[in-house]
């Protein structure tokens, strides 16, 4: 089965101290994978892709994300977390259908 | 700027109330999507069109009903079959079905009155 995974339904931070948000991914084969935010009442806004290229794949605000096949995993991680950065994260995987399957999203909590 | 237009922002719903959510993109993009968001649940898959007149149920299309006569737009009816229809929709598009990623717009909050 085609499924991905967010090991954590919250994470929180102190502000200035790194984040890391966990996803695995089940796949026969190299999926294309996806990083998303989404801040209150608003929609996913993109912050980084992996497809089959680079295996550290880098994002806008300073987040970046590794693909390891041998783990099926694609954390996302930040030096450094800023209170903006507080929102919904949603890891995604492409499928031989051409639908893209979500995890179920991860609260990030960043305290001052 | 091209993007996805959803409105309204927020709707609200009679019971037994048909009730429509538009959404439009200006990226030229042949693929559309339909998704509903509730709290701790994700997003779930309404419906999907990957070409004007063309679309495909997708994991959750029961009391729901979509249109694609047009490229820019996907409109997402409501309908009163639909028993539990209060939560966040989002529409989104891509260049066509196997070049992703998505593109999303902000959503409508839908309520029951």
């Known amino acids: 089965a085609q499924s991905v995974t967010q090991l954590d339904s919250h994470v929180s931070v102190s502000e200035g101290t790194p984040v890391l948000l966990r996803c695995n991914y089940s796949?026969?084969?190299?999926?294309?994978l996806f990083w998303y935010v989404q801040h209150p009442n608003k929609g996913l806004q993109l912050l980084l892709k992996?497809?089959?290229?680079?295996?550290l794949v880098k994002g806008i605000n300073g987040f970046e994300a590794e693909f390891k096949k041998s783990e099926t995993s694609f954390h996302l991680t930040k030096p450094s977390a800023h209170m903006s950065d507080a929102a919904e994260y949603f890891c995604?995987?492409?499928?031989?259908?051409?639908?893209?399957?979500f995890g179920q999203g991860t609260t990030l909590q960043v305290k001052p | 700027d091209g993007g996805i237009t959803q409105s309204p922002k927020y709707l609200f719903r009679k019971e037994g109330q048909n009730v429509t959510l538009s959404c439009e993109q200006n990226?030229?993009?042949?693929?559309m999507y339909w998704y509903r968001q509730d709290p701790g649940q994700g997003l779930r898959l309404i419906y999907y069109?990957?070409?004007?007149?063309?679309?495909q149920k997708g994991d959750i299309a029961e009391g729901y009903s979509v249109s694609r006569e047009k490229k820019e737009s996907f409109p997402l009816t409501v309908t009163s079959a639909q028993k539990n229809p209060t939560a966040f929709y989002l529409c989104?598009?891509?260049?066509?079905?196997?070049?992703?990623?998505?593109?999303f717009g902000d959503g409508t909050r839908l309520s029951i009155l």
């Open positions: 989104a598009s891509s260049i066509d079905r196997f070049n992703q990623p998505q593109h």
């Open positions: 069109s990957q070409i004007v007149n063309d679309f």
């Open positions: 992996y497809t089959s290229a680079a295996t």
């Open positions: 995604a995987r492409s499928s031989n259908t051409g639908k893209l399957i």
């Open positions: 796949s026969s084969y190299s999926p294309s």
């Open positions: 990226l030229n993009h042949d693929a």
